[in-house]
């Protein structure tokens, strides 16, 4: 897991180089770490819980996601409690922050792109948790609370992100490579 992150982030960080001319320093680096927070969040929720994937006996499968809203998290439904609810929250964070001053290198077009880049990472959660309850080998399971946790990171990013576009402006001309 640990060495696919890196390797991503190191693919990401060339990328974001290659970008610098065309794009502008900030604008290329978020667009960059962008792209590597949406391949570690796939990394962090595909990879196996336990090592090396299992057998889970068709009778043990789960054949809808969970519905109870609150799910698995011991704490039960409450603004982000406990421990897993707060990761699935703040793993998707710095997407929405990335995504915000991404966009931002276009002005204009930044009130469109914000909330379909929303509307995308949201789906990306869809698609993750489907994912988990289709291939049960991983381990993993699919839950609407997970979904709900990674929008509200994602929304709460997207917050974060208005005021890190004012402060690093990536509008601005482009710098020297």
Sequence with gaps: MLAGVVLSGL???LLAAALR????????????????TVVVIGIL????????????????????C????????????WIFSGGQRLLNLAVFVPAGA?????????????????????LALAAYSVGIEWTQLELARIDRACDVTDI???????GLGVLVGI?????FRPWRSRYPA
């Excluded at 929720?45 to 499968?61: K, Y």
């Design 98 to 118: 990335l995504l915000v001053v991404a966009a931002a290198r276009w002005r204009a077009a930044t009130i469109v792109t914000v909330p379909v880049g929303l």
């Design 45 to 64: 929720t595909l990879i196996p819980a336990n090592g090396a994937p299992g057998i889970v006996p068709a009778e043990g499968r789960l054949e809808t």
């Design 66 to 77: 969970s519905w109870d809203i609150g799910g698995p998290a011991p704490d039960g439904f």
């Design 148 to 154: 709900i946790d990674n929008v509200s990171g994602a």
């Design 11 to 13: 693919v990401c960080l």
């Design 21 to 36: 001319r065309r794009l502008g320093l900030v604008a290329a680096y978020a667009v960059g770490g962008l792209l590597w």
């Design 163 to 167: 005021p890190l576009a004012m402060i």
